[in-house]
């Protein structure tokens, strides 16, 4: 990049501190919020008011709208990316502590992998991501396991076993935005996944009778909050930095976000809610994180989904 054109050194600062902390935080609010909102019917409100913020903007910008074949190649990721990952990250959130969950959705890498390598045969299985691979599914087993006696229950066994789902379902998602028909416009593209997710998240929160009961003066304020800011901070801003972090800065810097997230939201878990940080976490962590420094950092970048076109807390993916 010409050095006349690099943005200045605080404009990247600023935009690596949001992408780190604003999705490291959203686990935390996703926690607030589904204490008092039902976790599908919450995470349809975050992202059919996120998705149509951004489609209404794109548009105003003159943005064309995206064809019919796009619209559904949206939806067939949408019910990956929404329903398959975000929907599973907001019901385990339920029974899982925040910074837990961040781990967890750290093991994406190791799925992107082991897809690359036995599905789409673009990896080879080297002695290096062999070790990196067992490291971090000895991570997930130290999460999980009834019998390490380590001291501390495990995970809860239904909440660990939809963290793996989502993490599964996001790696299918992120091999398949390679092949499917989307807007060019990346933003665009993020808009019409999230109001295909939102309207997909709506429909299972009707099936599963969550808007019964609901009384949404009944709510209080923080968990309103926790909704305001995974739209607008978590869906919008940080996304934004996101896509213009990848514009001015190497993947391999802008996917450090993958192993920094993980550890905000335990140091937030503990010091703001209370999550306790216990020697199964911290190893189990620890585990993880190695596991995905050491396959992002691999000559051939196979772990972080291209969240160009597939949006990211949380993810690790955005929350």
């Given at each position: 990049?010409?050095?006349?054109?690099?943005?200045?050194?605080?404009?990247?600062?600023l935009?690596?501190?949001i992408?780190?902390?604003?999705?490291?935080?959203?686990f935390?609010?996703?926690?607030?919020?589904?204490r008092?909102?039902?976790?599908?019917?919450?995470?349809?409100?975050?992202?059919?008011?996120?998705?149509?913020?951004?489609?209404?903007?794109?548009?105003?910008?003159?943005?064309?709208?995206?064809?019919?074949?796009e619209?559904?190649?949206?939806t067939?990721?949408?019910?990956?990316?929404?329903?398959?990952?975000?929907?599973?990250v907001?019901?385990?959130?339920?029974?899982?502590?925040?910074g837990?969950?961040?781990?967890?959705?750290?093991?994406?890498?190791?799925f992107?992998?082991?897809?690359?390598?036995?599905?789409?045969?673009t990896?080879?299985?080297?002695?290096?991501?062999?070790?990196?691979?067992?490291?971090?599914?000895?991570?997930?087993?130290?999460?999980?396991?009834?019998?390490l006696?380590?001291?501390?229950?495990?995970?809860?066994?239904?909440?660990?076993?939809?963290?793996l789902?989502?993490?599964?379902?996001?790696?299918?998602?992120?091999a398949?935005?390679?092949?499917?028909?989307?807007?060019?416009?990346?933003?665009?593209?993020?808009?019409?996944?999230?109001?295909?997710?939102?309207?997909?998240?709506?429909?299972?929160?009707?099936?599963?009778?969550?808007f019964?009961?609901?009384?949404?003066?009944?709510?209080?304020?923080?968990?309103w909050?926790?909704?305001?800011?995974?739209?607008?901070?978590?869906?919008?801003?940080?996304?934004?930095?996101?896509?213009?972090?990848?514009?001015?800065?190497?993947?391999?810097?802008?996917?450090?976000?993958?192993?920094?997230?993980?550890?905000?939201?335990?140091?937030?878990?503990?010091?703001?809610?209370?999550?306790?940080?216990?020697?199964?976490?911290?190893?189990?962590?620890?585990?993880?994180?190695?596991?995905v420094?050491?396959?992002?950092?691999?000559?051939k970048?196979?772990?972080?989904?291209?969240?160009?076109?597939?949006?990211?807390?949380?993810?690790?993916?955005?929350?």
């Amino acid at each position: 990049m010409d050095r006349a054109t690099r943005p200045a050194t605080w404009q990247l600062l600023l935009a690596f501190g949001i992408v780190y902390f604003v999705w490291g935080s959203t686990f935390l609010a996703i926690r607030v919020g589904v204490r008092e909102v039902p976790p599908f019917l919450l995470a349809a409100m975050r992202f059919l008011l996120a998705g149509g913020v951004l489609y209404g903007w794109m548009r105003l910008r003159g943005t064309a709208n995206p064809c019919r074949r796009e619209w559904l190649s949206a939806t067939l990721l949408a019910s990956l990316i929404f329903v398959g990952d975000y929907g599973m990250v907001f019901w385990a959130e339920t029974r899982v502590p925040s910074g837990v969950t961040a781990v967890m959705m750290a093991t994406i890498p190791v799925f992107m992998a082991l897809s690359e390598i036995f599905f789409l045969g673009t990896q080879r299985l080297t002695m290096r991501l062999s070790i990196a691979l067992l490291v971090g599914i000895a991570g997930v087993v130290v999460l999980v396991s009834h019998t390490l006696g380590l001291g501390e229950s495990s995970l809860d066994t239904a909440g660990a076993m939809a963290l793996l789902i989502g993490s599964i379902s996001w790696s299918v998602a992120s091999a398949l935005t390679r092949k499917l028909p989307l807007p060019a416009s990346k933003p665009m593209s993020s808009a019409v996944q999230m109001l295909c997710g939102g309207v997909l998240l709506t429909l299972v929160a009707v099936s599963l009778g969550e808007f019964r009961g609901f009384h949404p003066t009944a709510v209080s304020r923080t968990a309103w909050i926790a909704l305001a800011y995974l739209t607008a901070a978590g869906s919008i801003i940080a996304f934004t930095a996101y896509v213009w972090l990848i514009h001015h800065e190497s993947p391999t810097k802008v996917g450090t976000y993958a192993y920094v997230n993980p550890v905000v939201a335990v140091a937030l878990g503990y010091f703001f809610a209370g999550e306790p940080l216990t020697a199964r976490t911290l190893v189990g962590t620890l585990l993880v994180l190695v596991s995905v420094i050491v396959i992002t950092t691999m000559p051939k970048k196979v772990a972080t989904p291209n969240m160009e076109d597939v949006l990211p807390a949380a993810n690790v993916s955005e929350g």
